[in-house]
């Protein structure tokens, strides 16, 4: 009798594909309904930094690889603050598996602010240094530091673009670094006692 009331995996898979379709409507039209917000961003609010980066496919059609935003809110608060730059990124959390290239400043009361972000088709050189290109040439200057994690892309695209700033691993990460390779032990050396 329970056999009979199983969902088959096929079924179930039907199932959310189509719950998926209702509520995100179908994944074909996910490229084309960003290019038309784009498009109504750029006509309303010339100012700001919205492109694409965009592959042509053998058939004619294209397919987005990376996007890139800024705003004129996010430029202005970044030339007023602009000593130190976090970049970091998270690894396809989002439902497209997109890695999202996050670029924060910090204000005078020690609080992040965003300062432009970027999906990326992947977190290879070449698409990391498209959307950090974008975004610093929209924003005019070159901050004195920058932190980001160990990434070695991120180590490389930085000394390439920014070459004058100061590049400093982000101290959580560091943080972490000391826990992994210390454990107990940090607790006998007084600079490391209370991480």
Same mark, same amino acid.
Request: glycine share 4%.
């Given at each position: 009798?329970?056999?009979?009331?199983?969902?088959? /995996?096929?079924?179930?898979?039907?199932?959310? *594909?189509?719950?998926?379709?209702?509520? *995100?409507?179908?994944?074909?039209?996910?490229?084309?309904?960003?290019?038309?917000?784009?498009?109504?961003?750029?006509?309303?609010?010339?100012?700001?930094?919205?492109?694409?980066?965009?592959?042509?496919?053998?058939?004619?059609?294209?397919?987005?690889?990376?996007?890139?935003?800024?705003?004129?809110?996010?430029?202005?608060? /970044?030339?007023?603050?602009?000593?130190?730059?976090?970049?970091?990124?998270? /690894?396809?959390?989002?439902?497209?598996?997109?890695?999202?290239?996050?670029?924060?400043?910090?204000?005078?009361?020690?609080?992040?602010?965003?300062?432009?972000?970027?999906?990326?088709?992947?977190?290879?050189?070449?698409?990391?240094?498209?959307?950090?290109?974008?975004?610093?040439?929209?924003?005019?200057?070159?901050?004195?530091?920058?932190?980001?994690?160990?990434?070695?892309?991120?180590?490389?695209?930085?000394?390439?673009?920014?070459?004058?700033?100061?590049?400093?691993?982000?101290?959580?990460?560091?943080?972490?670094?000391?826990?992994?390779?210390?454990?107990?032990?940090?607790?006998?050396?007084?600079?490391?006692?209370?991480?």
């Amino acid at each position: 009798m329970l056999e009979e009331n199983k969902i088959k /995996y096929s079924d179930c898979a039907a199932m959310h *594909y189509t719950t998926r379709n209702h509520i *995100y409507g179908p994944p074909n039209l996910d490229a084309a309904n960003l290019l038309s917000l784009f498009s109504i961003i750029k006509e309303n609010f010339s100012e700001c930094l919205c492109e694409t980066l965009m592959q042509k496919l053998d058939d004619g059609s294209e397919k987005l690889l990376n996007f890139v935003i800024s705003t004129q809110n996010m430029k202005n608060l /970044y030339k007023n603050f602009n000593d130190v730059v976090l970049i970091d990124s998270t /690894y396809k959390t989002n439902r497209f598996r997109m890695p999202l290239l996050v670029v924060a400043g910090i204000n005078e009361e020690a609080k992040t602010f965003i300062i432009g972000f970027a999906a990326l088709k992947s977190e290879e050189e070449c698409n990391v240094n498209w959307a950090l290109n974008k975004i610093f040439l929209f924003l005019e200057q070159k901050p004195k530091i920058i932190c980001t994690d160990q990434c070695p892309t991120l180590k490389k695209v930085v000394s390439n673009i920014l070459p004058h700033s100061i590049h400093l691993w982000c101290g959580w990460h560091i943080n972490q670094n000391i826990i992994k390779r210390l454990g107990p032990i940090r607790k006998l050396f007084t600079i490391f006692a209370n991480i």
